[in-house]
T-cell receptor
């Protein structure tokens, strides 16, 4: 069965302190890996899709990378408005989608 | 603006009662999904539909039912058979599979 594990569960950063969130996965044939941002009481907001190892995507202070076993979401010089829960999901060859439990990021001013 | 609308935002269920959560999308997406989100857990798939008048069970379908009579609408009924219904319910849609899903803002269901 596909598995997605995100670490750490929670991360507290000072404003401007760069860091990375991890998403490790086991899947029967990766069709795509997705990153989402979720604010409290809201639905997840789509950020990135990665399809193959070595691929990278960037958006403002966020950069997502992918290897054959894990993905990283790098946050450069974060701001308080980057505080949210970040979710990772993988889609396999059967088109089944599996979500991780998320990393709750808090950025202090 | 296109998007997914879920209603109500908050819902309370009494013992033995069935309740229905609404999900409407104007993105012209074929596929629609229902997820349940509990604290500390990943989203779990309840039901999904790839096309009108067709839907499949997800990982945790017991105690839930759905219908897909129109492309835009995918309501979820939480029946009295679902003994632990308190959760945050999310509806999503996608233009095709594989591909990213787009989510509504959820319905929080609680027990009275």
């Amino acid at each position: 069965e596909d598995q997605v594990t995100q670490s750490p569960e929670a991360l507290r950063l000072q404003e401007g302190e760069s860091s990375s969130l991890n998403c490790s996965y086991t899947v029967s044939g990766l069709r795509g890996l997705f990153w989402y941002r979720q604010d409290p009481g809201k639905g997840p907001e789509f950020l990135f899709t990665l399809y193959s190892a070595g691929e990278e995507k960037e958006k403002e202070r966020l950069k997502a990378t992918l290897t054959k076993k894990e993905s990283f979401l790098h946050i450069t010089a974060p701001k308080p408005e980057d505080s949210a829960t970040y979710l990772c999901a993988v889609q396999d060859n059967n088109n089944d989608m599996r979500f991780g439990a998320g990393t709750r990021l808090t950025v202090k001013p | 603006d296109g998007g997914i609308t879920q209603s109500p935002k908050y819902l309370f269920r009494k013992e033995g009662q069935n309740v229905t959560l609404s999900c409407e999308q104007n993105l012209n997406h074929d596929a629609m999904y229902w997820y349940r989100q509990d604290p500390g857990q990943g989203l779990r798939l309840i039901y999904y539909s790839q096309i009108v008048n067709d839907f499949q069970k997800g990982d945790i379908a017991e105690g839930y039912s759905v219908s897909r009579e129109k492309k835009e609408s995918f309501p979820l009924t939480v029946t009295s058979a679902q003994k632990n219904p308190t959760a945050f319910y999310l509806c999503a849609s996608s233009i095709q599979s594989p591909g990213p899903q787009h989510f509504g803002d959820g319905t929080r269901l609680s027990i009275l």
